[in-house]
């Protein structure tokens, strides 16, 4: 076999960018991957495996049959071009203008397979890839989907997790991981889901929400007033964004100085933004002075600097008409103003103090002060000194709250068994009571 390989010559390149946004096309349809555990920066698993492929393959493999295992079963660039055209003449295409699955769901069969023995003279699996930056896992697993073996790591913790339970177990264990899995996420969620109780406000049925944005805020030195602070007001493309009210109370200096929000559609009507550079700028008309940086950090180390909900993102339930004349459900993505009852923050900072100290104990919490150095230096200029210090309150309590509940689902005896303070070295950590991978 030539030491060159297919994709040093060729790649279908046209091809896999078009089956690679049909992959992600559709948020509620993407590859099951990505709801085990999100990763940001994971690759399209079409392109994944034509690059495992092709770096297997000689240069003189059969582009046919290469295009057919990674499941290009027809002409994506050519139908993407009649759909563009459909678009503009209005032309119905029908339901299934591509005349075949997206890409990634046709898994290898035994026959793709031997081609893939015989045409690298290597019976499989023992020829491996290694990825030793693998993030989300995209690479190992169309590896091991394609019936070779993959070594796989990544400098990241919660990436390394992802790949044992994205690619090692399931192909280790089979469908005795899956239901391991489901009965350890039934298990967490009936012991959790009381304790998230009142953390975040009631919302009504088909509502879901996304995430909820808050704007650091100091204070005014020049009027006293509260200063949310956000370089720009943009929440989506297309205008979509939040135009700030500042209520002058009774002038500068009174009480009352804050600024309510609205959700608003065009570039014009958000407000601007009020810190760049470092440096802040009030937002009230009779002041609209521009606060130094170090004013801002001064406050900041000071623990003055507090938050502010400025909008919630959520997504809604739809029933929308399709070209076939039929109903379907569909997610649909709002944002809308804070309303009173979204902010219970005196409620959750009350939950979460009675919690910190014995979280803190059992370093339940990432209580270590942060280092100096690249990148980490900067949040300590605006008195972050510990990482815990980068959650809001309400995310420390939940992800506290899960980390407790996970102990316990761990150690049946609670979240202390088996912990020592000083050493904080787990015994029988892994000896999980009800179920295992
Ligand atoms: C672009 S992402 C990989 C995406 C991956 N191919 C996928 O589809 O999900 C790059 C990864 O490299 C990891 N990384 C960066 N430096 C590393 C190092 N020195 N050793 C191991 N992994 C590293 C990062 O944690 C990150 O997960
Ligand atoms: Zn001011």
Redesign the pocket.
Known sequence: MTDIRLIERWLPIAALGEESIRERRSMTALPPIYYLHV?W???PLVA?RAAVLASLLPADADRERFLHVIGIHGDPVATRSRIDVAKRTGENLGPDPYGYKRAFTYAPSGEDKGWLASATGRPLPTISVL?????????PMETERLGTASLA????PV?ALILMATVDWPFRHGYAALESFQALSREFIRRAEPKYEGVFPPEPDGVQIVGYLWARTITCPYCDGLVPLSPNWRLAPGGTGVRLTPHLGDGPGSEGRTCTFDIVNSLTDQSPGTVARGDGTCPFSDCGRVIDGDVIKEQAQAGRMGEQLYAVVYKERVEVGTKTGRLREKWVRGYRAPRPEDDNGAEVRARLDEKLPEWEAFDLVPSERIPDGNKTTEPQRYGMNQWLDLFSPRQLLCHGTSVEVFRQMLVPTGPQAGWTRAGRRPTGIWRSHSTSC
């Open positions: 990763w920066a994971r690759r994944s990825d030793p930056s693998a993030g989300g896992g995209s690479i790591n990544d400098l990241n990436a």
